[in-house]
C-alpha cells in the first residue's frame, strides 16, 4: 500500500502538472486572441461610423436651409401653393429619398414624389419633435423587413413673427 502512494504522486504531477500548464496557456491565448478581435472590431465600427457621418453631414443643415424659403411658409399659413415640384426638385438635386412639408400636427401638407415606405408618421419621430421646438430634429432608422436605413433630418419653418408654424423633413437613405 505505501508503495502505491509513493506511485501516486510522482505519477500525478507528470499528468496533472502539464495539464494545467496546457490550460493556463490555452486561456493566455485565448485571451490575447479575444482582446484584437475586440480590438479589430472596434476599428472596422469607427471606420463604419466616419463613413456614415460623412455620407449624412451634408444633409444635416441643408433643412434649415429650406426652411427659409417663404414659399413654405406661405403654403403653411394657407396660400393653396401645390409645393409638389420644389420638394422634387430638392430631393432630386440633394439626393434625397423624400422631402416634405408638415403641418405642427404632423399632417403632411406637401411631399416630394418619393416613396418612403414603412416611414415612421411623423409625431412618432423624435426629429419632429425636437424641430417644433426650434432645434435642428435627426431621427435615424432601421427597417427589419427591408434592411433599410433611414435618416431623417428636419427643421422649424417659422412665420414673419418668427412662429413655428410647420416643419419640413429631408428624409436620405
Known sequence: MSR???????FALVIVLPAMLGFAGYVSVFRTSIGSAQEQAQATLRLALDRFHGRTERFRTLPALIA????????????????????????????????????????????????LANAPPAQARPS???????????????????????????????????QIIGVVALHVD
Open 4 to 10: 502505491v502512494r509513493s506511485v501516486i504522486p510522482p
Open 68 to 115: 427659409r424659403s417663404g414659399d413654405l411658409a406661405a403654403a403653411l399659413q394657407g396660400s393653396g401653393h401645390d409645393l409638389s415640384d420644389t420638394l422634387s426638385r430638392i430631393a432630386d438635386v440633394s439626393g434625397a429619398v423624400e422631402v416634405e412639408l408638415l403641418t405642427r400636427d404632423g399632417t403632411q401638407l406637401a411631399r416630394s414624389q418619393g416613396a
Open 128 to 162: 419632429f419633435q425636437r424641430a417644433l421646438h426650434g432645434a435642428l430634429g435627426q431621427h435615424y432608422s432601421f427597417n427589419t423587413q427591408t434592411g433599410g436605413r433611414l435618416s431623417s433630418f428636419e427643421h422649424a419653418v417659422s412665420d414673419a413673427d418668427r
